[in-house]
Every structure is written in structure tokens, then in C-alpha cells.
């Protein structure tokens, strides 16, 4: 079992940046594959980034190529999100997700846990 905290989530204009945080527990969060997800109200929850199993690549939703990065730091449990160059349109709750397998990494299905979610706002 394993429990996820996202942070840092706040209104921003566009063009700004900001970075999310996901913290997770236990002791065994370097075996999971992590991933980042969004969720627009009235939409489906969509893919935003996430690592291939193992860690060794990153996939991005085309939309954040260039503007978001995934990273991690296994030695605080932590996954982030970098966002730069923001949009009206990344206006979204991010939720970070954790998987136990390898399987399609753009698919809900695949992830495991979940947090909670963290509110971006994008103004324009």
C-alpha cells in the first residue's frame, strides 16, 4: 500500500511556471513507475507524463512536450512536475499515480494509486 500527497498548485497567469510535488509513502516507492495525470471539469482524466518502467525514459502528452518535465528524487519519495510556459488550457486538477507493472503508461487503468489531486489555474 502506498499513499500519494501532491502540492503546489496555485493560480498563475499564462506563461508562468510552477512545480508540483508528489510525496509518497513506504519504503519501496523506487519500484514504482510514476506518472502525472490531469483532469478538466466536464472532461476525462488525461494523461500528462509519466516514466517507463524502470525509469530509464519519460513519455509526455504531445501538448506538454517542451514545456513539462517529470523528474524524481527517490531519496525523499518524491516525484515533480516542472511546468513552464503555462496555458489557459493546462487548467486542470494534476494527480500524481503510481504503478506496480509494466503496462501502457498513458492508460488510468494501469496506475494503481492515486492522490488526491492538486488545483492548477492558468489565467489568461
Known amino acids: 500500500q502506498v499513499q500519494l500527497v501532491e502540492s503546489g498548485g496555485r493560480l498563475v497567469q499564462a506563461g508562468g511556471s510552477l512545480r508540483l510535488s508528489c510525496v509518497a509513502s513506504?519504503?519501496?516507492?523506487?519500484?514504482?513507475?510514476m506518472g502525472w495525470f490531469r483532469q478538466a471539469p466536464g472532461k476525462e482524466r488525461e494523461f500528462v507524463a509519466a516514466?517507463?518502467?524502470?525509469?530509464?525514459?519519460?513519455y509526455y502528452v504531445d501538448s506538454a512536450k517542451g514545456r513539462f518535465a517529470i523528474s524524481r528524487d527517490n531519496a525523499k519519495n518524491t516525484v515533480y512536475l516542472q511546468m513552464n510556459s503555462l496555458k489557459p488550457e493546462d487548467t486542470a486538477v494534476y494527480y500524481c499515480?503510481?504503478?506496480?507493472?509494466?503496462?501502457?503508461?498513458?492508460?488510468?487503468?494501469?496506475?494503481?494509486?492515486w492522490g488526491q489531486g492538486t488545483q492548477v489555474t492558468v489565467s489568461s
Open positions: 499515480a503510481a504503478r506496480t507493472f509494466d503496462g501502457p503508461v498513458m492508460r488510468p487503468t494501469t496506475y494503481r494509486y
Open positions: 513506504g519504503r519501496t516507492f523506487s519500484t514504482y513507475a
Open positions: 516514466f517507463t518502467w524502470g525509469g530509464g525514459s519519460t
